[in-house]
C-alpha cells in the first residue's frame, strides 16, 4: 500500500524564509543565498514553501534589477532616489511578509517578475 505524503505546516520557517532577506543589509548577498537554500531544501516538505520561496527569490531578482538600473541612473542624480525607495522596499516588504507567513496569511510582494515559475 502507497502512503501519500502530505507536506506539513511549519510557518516559523516559512517566516524565516521571508527574515533571511534581511541578510542583504549585513552581507549584500545573504538575503538571495540564504532563501534559496531553505526553499531547495525544504519546499518538497513544507506547505506553501515553494510558492513563497519563489515568490522570495523572484522578489530578490526584480530588485536587484531594478538597483543596477538606479545605481547607472545615479550617474545623472535620479537614481539616488531610486536607489533610497528600493532599500526601504528591501527593508520592508520582507518584514510584512514575514509577518503574514507566520500568521498562516498569504504573501505578495508588489513590483515583482515572475523568473521563477
Given at each position: 500500500m502507497e502512503t501519500i505524503h502530505t507536506p506539513k505546516e511549519d510557518r516559523q520557517l516559512l517566516a524565516?524564509?521571508?527574515?533571511?532577506?534581511?541578510?542583504n543589509f549585513i552581507s549584500g548577498v545573504g538575503g538571495f543565498v540564504a532563501p534559496?537554500?531553505?526553499?531547495?531544501?525544504?519546499?518538497?516538505?513544507i506547505a506553501h514553501m515553494d510558492e513563497q520561496g519563489k515568490?522570495?527569490?523572484?522578489?530578490?531578482i526584480s530588485f536587484f534589477i531594478y538597483a543596477i538600473i538606479g545605481a547607472i541612473l545615479s550617474l545623472i542624480l535620479v537614481g539616488f532616489l531610486?536607489?533610497?525607495?528600493?532599500a526601504l522596499l528591501n527593508l520592508i516588504f520582507?518584514?510584512?511578509?514575514?509577518?503574514k507567513a507566520s500568521n498562516g496569511e498569504p504573501t505578495h510582494y508588489p513590483l515583482t517578475i515572475n523568473f521563477i515559475k
Open positions: 524565516i524564509l521571508h527574515f533571511s532577506q534581511l541578510l534559496l537554500i531553505i526553499w531547495l531544501l525544504k519546499k518538497d516538505e515568490q522570495v527569490l523572484n522578489f530578490q531610486l536607489l533610497g525607495i528600493i520582507p518584514i510584512i511578509n514575514g509577518i
